[in-house]
């Protein structure tokens, strides 16, 4: 069997189940059920702990209108922590090294900053789109090429994402063999 470097970055298979649905699923069973008590014991004390300061430090630089995100980006910010760190394990699998989970991710997240800077402050989302001091002929050009790079800077930063991601394993592996 030929193996190049780049099979590391495949997703594993078992009985021909994909793997990377468990990969994903594994991290919401390192929290305990909630039950009556509020801290049961001490590694519930230390999740809670981790959680207050990770939400702590993503909330200090925003407005209090801003910390209506607290629950996703503190959920988003603990997903991709436990993910990456599992993936540290030897045999295991990370799913962010795979262009479809950093676009899962990118896009929604992209559509609902551009959606809601658009409802709060709509002429200042719409200012982006042409550059202060712009000759009245390129208007209607610099339009259009500001609106095609908005809608493709999802997809870009996803794929440099990923790029970054697998060029960092695939040096890992060279230098390993």
Known sequence: MNLSFFDQFTSPYLLGIPLILLSVLFPTLLFPTPNNRWITNRLSTLQLWLLNLITKQLMIPLNKKGHKWALIL????????????????????????????????????????????????????????????????????????????????????????????????????????
């Open 74 to 177: 503190t959920s988003l910010m603990i997903l991709l922590l436990t993910i990456n760190l599992l993936g540290l394990l030897p045999y295991t699998f990370t799913p962010t090294t795979q262009l479809s989970m950093n676009m899962a991710l990118a896009f929604p997240l992209w559509l609902a900053t551009l959606l809601t800077g658009l409802r709060n402050q709509p002429t200042t989302s719409l200012g982006h789109l042409l550059p202060e001091g712009t000759p009245t002929p390129l208007i209607p050009a610099l339009i259009m090429i500001e609106t095609a790079s908005l809608l493709i800077r999802p997809l870009a930063l996803g794929v440099r994402l990923t790029a970054n991601l697998t060029a960092g394993h695939l040096l890992i592996q060279l230098i390993s063999t």
